[in-house]
């Protein structure tokens, strides 16, 4: 079998299930499986069951043969199988990812299985290629409908569940509406938190002259969002001056645009 990846950085050996029907087996003889495997994302992945498979790696006369337990997973993959850890210790096997070598004890000296660069290539391509493609996006329970705060104004909207009852979604409008004075729409309307309750200190020797940062050259677009983002902290009253341009302004990515400042104080 062809298109296996050595990964000696997990604990389960994976047989995938395209491989699994290549191989003819009926599927009674798979043994229930309990425990999900999880990735490294935190993914899990139930596995179909497991199956004990004898597995002849290397060359003629320098070859071993062991019997390994599969997990047998319906996910879509460019491998067949994966061999982990338990599979490499039943093998004695050592790897080299700088020579691209397996090794490993025989009766007849040491065996070897060398990579397959040429079969590697393609598999990363057609990765490359495919990323994406099977995506699947979230959508919302359900749909929203936009009210506005206040009226003849629809710039400070909020959204109500569309599926709420007349009665139960009249009340929740009619409460928002008499707490409008809650929200807050623009940095000025943020008053701040009081220091007994919360204070940030910034870790500054007090006894050393503050460090002025070398002069940035910025594109069009990066300086049109420093602009913005400064003149958004002077109306909040936060800022001073320009000293927060020339210390701790430095532009980072945003959601809302490509460039941000990002607010330190």
């Known amino acids: 079998m062809k298109r296996i990846l050595v990964d000696s950085g997990s604990s389960a050996d994976i047989l995938y299930k395209h491989a699994f029907n290549q191989l003819r087996i009926p599927v009674d003889q798979l043994k229930p499986v309990k425990t999900p495997l999880v990735g490294f994302a935190g993914e899990m992945v139930h596995p179909l069951g497991s199956i004990d498979l004898s597995v002849l790696a290397g060359t003629t006369p320098r070859q071993t043969q062991v019997q390994m337990t599969f997990s047998v997973v319906d996910t879509p993959s460019l491998y067949n199988e994966i061999i982990r850890r338990p599979g490499l210790n039943l093998m004695e096997a050592i790897v080299s990812t700088r020579h691209l070598l397996m090794k490993f004890p025989t009766r007849f000296s040491v065996g070897e299985a060398r990579r397959d660069q040429q079969v590697a290539r393609q598999c990363y391509k057609t ?89 940035r050259n910025f594109a069009l677009e990066q300086q049109q969002a420093i602009a913005e983002e400064v003149s958004k902290l002077m109306q909040a009253g936060k800022d001073k001056g320009s000293a927060l341009l020339r210390l701790a302004g430095e532009p980072s990515p945003s959601q809302k645009s490509k460039w941000q400042v990002d607010d330190v104080h």
């Open 127 to 215: 990765a490359v290629m495919d990323k994406g493609k099977d995506k699947v996006l979230s959508q919302p329970v359900e749909d929203v409908i936009q009210v506005p705060l206040e009226e003849g104004n629809s710039n400070r909207v909020f959204q109500v569940a569309s599926q709420l009852g007349e009665v139960e979604k009249g009340e929740l409008i009619t409460f928002l509406q008499n707490n409008k004075d809650v929200f807050s729409w623009s940095a000025e309307e943020v008053p701040g938190i009081s220091p007994n309750v919360m204070v940030h200190k910034l870790t500054v020797d007090p006894m050393r002259p503050p460090t002025r940062h070398k002069k």
